[in-house]
């Protein structure tokens, strides 16, 4: 499909189509989440933490993860297991979560394919658990992708305890926030700080977030 770039070539037209039916606004993003990823041991770290914040809000079980569920969500849609195929989200997850695994088609598909599409679901998931529009969660993945020793399950999932404006935190550490929004989204980053690392001080914390900042807008300089 148009919107996935060289950068997810790797991504099959089949699998890119099924992201989108899950979680458009995610499919918008994976170009992005690709290119900062590079290899496929960074995938894996991604995974597990957007599992491990899926997990903490019930959007999915103890058992599942990002991989698991985008295996599933792939062989499924092989037999026409689709979100606009039915009435409800809660519906075509229980069809999702019974459907049986067939070996030959897990070796088909890549760890880029099964977390792509497993990523959608997580995100999507997440949304409906907390009662939010579609897209409204797409950043998590990106901010793991970003700075995944900063921006780790913990912290991802103070920030959601705190706010469901995740899209202002993506612009916020993207530099295009204004002054007055910018030092909104700046003080929910140095509550939540302060609720992991109670031993650090406001100077510290704003240092160790500035330096997180610095790092996502010049990569190069990483």
Do not use: C
């Not at 569920?69 to 195929?85: H, K, V, W, Y």
């Not at 995740?166 to 002054?179: M, N, P, Q």
């Not at 700080?193 to 900042?213: C, I, M, S, W, Y």
């Amino acid at each position: 499909m148009a919107f996935f770039s060289a950068a997810i070539a790797f991504v099959s037209s089949f699998a890119s189509s099924i992201v989108s039916s899950v979680s458009g606004m995610l499919s918008t993003a994976l170009p992005r989440i690709a290119t900062v990823l590079g290899n496929t041991e960074n995938w894996g770290v991604l995974s597990n933490i957007v599992s491990a914040v899926a997990r903490i809000f019930g959007a999915f079980t103890p058992q599942e993860t990002v991989e698991d569920m985008g295996n599933r969500t792939l062989q499924g849609a092989e037999d026409g297991i689709r979100p606009e195929n039915f009435d409800s989200w809660d519906e075509y997850v229980a069809r999702i979560r019974a459907v049986e695994l067939k070996p030959e088609l897990s070796e088909r598909f890549t760890l880029e394919e099964k977390t792509s599409a497993g990523l959608a679901m997580a995100v999507r998931a997440m949304e409906e658990k907390l009662d939010l529009p579609n897209g409204a969660l797409v950043g998590l993945p990106l901010l793991a992708a970003l700075n995944p020793d900063y921006f780790n399950a913990e912290r991802l999932a103070g920030l959601l305890r705190t706010t469901h404006d995740i899209v202002s935190v993506v612009e916020y550490v993207d530099g295009k926030l204004g002054t007055t929004d910018g030092r909104s989204v700046e003080d929910i980053l140095l509550r939540t700080g302060q609720q992991l690392e109670p031993g650090k001080t406001g100077p510290q914390l704003r240092a160790d977030l500035n330096a997180v900042v610095d790092r996502i807008q010049r990569p190069e300089q990483a």
